[in-house]
């Protein structure tokens, strides 16, 4: 057996590649050359002609034993995409091993790729650089060809054809409000774009339970900083006659999340009349206003108090995300955290804890995080202990780590949509 391109799919880049394979298909290209697989036994068999991979920082050291691994079986053209591609390109290539790194978004880049590879023999030359959004090195010179940007990412369908692959859907793409710890805005823009509704709902019958990917769930419609609450309706009544066929309709809960700020009354109306959901995921990240000040967060602690307080009035069970160990947090800081986490919990929401992890591509790249107070250490470790609250803090302090040693030594300017990404640190 032998095909064109080997997908190295896994639970962590399956939805990215779900809506890539759509939007390869919808261009032309022949989904039968492909393996799709999360067995690199497999790809081995398939002597493939191109392994794609996409990945996160924090996935780097097993990307680069696998590549190791392949290269020493299969000769083929190694090509990564995803967050750390973007933002580490020179990395993945020299450290990791890939050949090529599709920088940007990838459905038209991608496409383009593969046609040139299959004109040339599947060799990295110069008419590379007749395609927008790849890096790579030509005769030891770092060649990069721009920032791939796809401005309608909806002329793409989110599904294949040819393959049985779902995913929940990606309905926006973007986020204007910059958060300082997060990659999204610089990897897809600062300004929503959304999906139409009518798209969304003749994809949405492929689903038994209907869940979205979005940033900002409350924002659909709007270019992303405000509430356009007539446009989360239209679509949410749209999809009305999908449930009354049997399907669930999940909407602000996993695997998107909601703003505090965007949780008002009518916004939680629209989640009990027109949907599923029970958990709704609020992105808090610190109960001290001076730190969410400092990440750029925009809102405030008493946006979170609020929607915690309206979700349980309607009968939802607020889930809340904390980051803790952030840059410059000090144990006062750390305690207002406490308190805000102790009092969601007392009133029936849930919290969900995270530990500052510095990502390449965003202004906190390299920031150090702020070493937990006992107090914090003691509460998290009771909580945990005791059910109370979730999330993999204790795993991500040492990713963390890892993350930091991988920027100091090898940190580069990354690539972004909209050019220079703001040094903090």
């Keep these: 057996m032998s095909v064109e391109v080997a997908v190295r799919i896994t639970r962590r880049n399956h939805n990215a590649f779900v809506h890539l394979l759509a939007a390869l298909e919808s261009q032309g290209y022949d989904l039968s050359n492909v393996l799709v697989t999360k067995d690199i036994n497999e790809i081995i068999k398939a002597r493939p002609s191109v392994i794609l991979y996409s990945f996160y920082s924090q996935e780097v050291d097993g990307v680069k034993r696998e590549v190791e691994i392949l290269k020493s079986k299969v000769k083929a053209v190694f090509v990564a995409g995803g967050y750390h591609a973007i933002a580490m390109p020179k990395h993945t290539l020299r450290v990791l ?110 689903m038994k339970d209907m869940r979205y990917i979005t940033p900002n769930a409350f924002a659909y419609g709007s270019p992303g900083g405000i509430l356009k609450i007539e446009k989360v309706e239209a679509l949410l009544r749209a999809l009305q006659p999908l449930r009354k066929e049997g399907r669930r309709l999940f909407y602000g809960t996993f695997p998107s999340e909601v703003r505090p700020e965007f949780v008002t009354r009518e916004t939680i109306e629209l989640l009990v009349d027109y949907t599923d959901t029970r958990r709704l995921a609020i992105g808090a990240q610190s109960g001290d206003d001076a730190m969410l000040k400092a990440m750029h967060r925009v809102h405030k602690v008493e946006h979170v108090v609020n929607a915690v307080e309206l979700a349980l009035e309607y009968g939802l069970t607020p889930v ?104 903090i640190c």
Excluded at 128 to 144: I, N
Excluded at 167 to 187: K, L, N, V, W
Excluded at 351 to 372: D, E, I, N, Q
């Design 320 to 423: 809340v995300d904390f980051i803790v160990g952030l840059p410059n947090e000090t144990p006062e800081s750390q305690r207002k955290s406490i308190e805000l986490m102790k009092w969601i919990m007392r009133k029936g929401g849930k919290v969900r804890a995270h530990y500052f992890m510095p990502l390449p591509g965003t202004p906190w790249a390299r920031c150090k995080p702020s070493p937990l107070s006992e107090e914090m250490k003691k509460f998290l470790g009771r909580m945990a202990a005791e059910g109370k609250i979730e999330g993999s803090w204790g795993v991500q302090i040492n990713i963390s780590r890892r993350l930091q040693k991988l920027i100091e030594e090898f940190y580069e300017e990354p690539m972004s949509y909209h050019g220079n990404v703001k040094v």
């Design 97 to 206: 091993g890939f050949d090529i790194a599709v920088i940007g978004e990838g459905e038209e880049a991608l496409y383009n790729l593969l046609l040139k590879l299959r004109g040339n023999g599947y060799k990295v030359t110069k008419d590379l650089t007749e395609v927008k959004g790849l890096a790579f090195y030509l005769g030891g010179d770092f060649v990069f060809t721009g920032f791939a940007k796809v401005e309608d990412f909806w002329k793409f369908p989110p599904y294949p054809e040819g393959l049985k692959l779902i995913s929940p859907m990606e309905i926006s793409r973007g986020c204007p409000f910059g958060c300082y710890y997060c990659q999204t805005p610089y990897a897809k823009g600062f300004r929503m774009r959304h999906r139409p509704i009518d798209q969304i709902v003749k994809y949405s019958r492929r």
